[in-house]
């Protein structure tokens, strides 16, 4: 299971814009995927990272979630 504040501290200050994360890998009840997101986006909101773009993949086993942010 990958840390969940790892992804946020890559989320806020690397350079990279572009993000598939998978999030099946740092959380284990995948149908809670909304509530990892909503947590996610509002962590970015207070740093003032914005949300461009989104699109999530639901598949049997892993939830794709692709992201586009604004630093």
């Known amino acids: 299971m990958k840390n ?3 992804l946020i501290y890559d989320l806020i200050f690397s350079e990279n814009l572009d ?3 998978n999030i099946s890998e740092y959380i284990e009840d995948i ?3 909304d509530k990892f997101i909503e947590d996610i986006k509002n962590v970015l909101r ?3 990272v914005s949300v461009i773009k989104e ?3 639901l598949e049997t086993e892993n939830v794709i979630w692709n992201l586009k942010v604004k630093k």
């Open 4 to 6: 969940k504040e790892d």
């Open 46 to 48: 207070k740093s003032k």
């Open 55 to 57: 699109k999530i993949d």
């Open 31 to 33: 149908y809670k995927y």
């Open 19 to 21: 993000y598939i994360i």
